[in-house]
Nanobody, 125 residues
Framework: VELVESGGGSVQAGGSLRLSCADSAPSYGRKCMGWFRQAPGKEREGVARLQTEVGITTYADSVKGRFTISRDYAKNTLYLQMNSLKFEDTAMYYC???????????????????WGQGTQVTVSS
């Protein structure tokens, strides 16, 4: 298992959580990493992605200004800081990494080859 998420839980609307994704693969192969989420009955959607070599980030419109993706290279861990959480942020959150040879790095799930098992985030209104 290469990607292991943690940090999910239950929080009231307006609160914060920080998700972590421990990566066991060598960091030099991780050029693109991201966070996705899937709520019951809905498709998986991209939340944030990071081009690790240049530090470029992209966020879904629904989380801009509230969520921040980052990476600690020393710990080989990806983070998602989530502030001002809303009820509609409730979902299973997944960490993902693109293959080293991937041609694209976007918020589309098909750009990512490796996935964690997910961590549940529940926001109560």
């Amino acid at each position: 298992v290469e990607l292991v998420e943690s940090g999910g839980g239950s929080v009231q609307a307006g609160g914060s959580l920080r998700l972590s994704c421990a990566d066991s693969a060598p960091s030099y192969g991780r050029k693109c990493m991201g966070w996705f989420r899937q709520a019951p009955g809905k498709e998986r959607e991209g939340v944030a992605r990071l081009q690790t070599e240049v530090g470029i980030t992209t966020y879904a419109d629904s989380v801009k200004g509230r969520f921040t993706i980052s990476r600690d290279y020393a710990k080989n861990t990806l983070y998602l800081q989530m502030n001002s959480l809303k009820f509609e942020d409730t979902a299973m959150y997944y960490c993902a990494a693109a293959a080293r040879w991937a041609a694209a790095c976007s918020l589309r799930a098909e750009d990512f080859a490796y996935w964690g098992q997910g961590t549940q985030v529940t926001v109560s209104s």
